[in-house]
């Protein structure tokens, strides 16, 4: 299994960016995907979270300018980034709760390769 982001790149402040990440391999179910953040030198932090049916969460840092949502038929979840900030600049960490085969009984926990964001002033 393996989690491919897409979608970081430079824009302005106020600016608006979409990252993509898509899950492949032999996929049995997908619980929570998840986009994370890390700035270097800090902690990792949670962006927003979107299980597999319920209500989407956000970092308080990213309410109201941030939506996620998913699309099961694709094992795609998608981040919708809107009036960007400066401090919003790192990179981003799609990841997801999967279940594979042939051990399909078993979740497991998986990360992107991220993708940079950077918003400029």
């Known amino acids: 299994v393996q989690l491919q982001a897409s979608g970081g790149g430079l824009v302005q402040s106020g600016g608006s960016l979409s990252l993509s990440c898509a899950a492949s391999?032999?996929?049995?179910?997908?619980?929570?995907m998840a986009w994370y953040r890390q700035a270097p030198g800090k902690q990792r932090e949670l962006v927003a979270t979107?299980?597999?049916?319920?209500?989407?969460t956000f970092a308080d840092s990213v309410k109201g300018r941030f939506a996620i949502s998913r699309d099961n038929a694709k094992n795609t979840v998608y981040l919708s980034m809107n009036r960007l900030k400066p401090e919003d600049t790192t990179v981003y960490y799609c990841?997801?709760?999967?279940?594979?085969?042939?051990?399909?009984?078993?979740?497991?926990?998986?990360w992107g390769q991220g993708t940079l964001v950077t918003v400029s002033s």
């Open positions: 979107i299980p597999s049916h319920g209500v989407a």
């Open positions: 990841n997801a709760d999967i279940r594979s085969f042939p051990n399909w009984g078993t979740t497991k926990n998986y």
């Open positions: 391999g032999n996929i049995f179910s997908i619980n929570a």
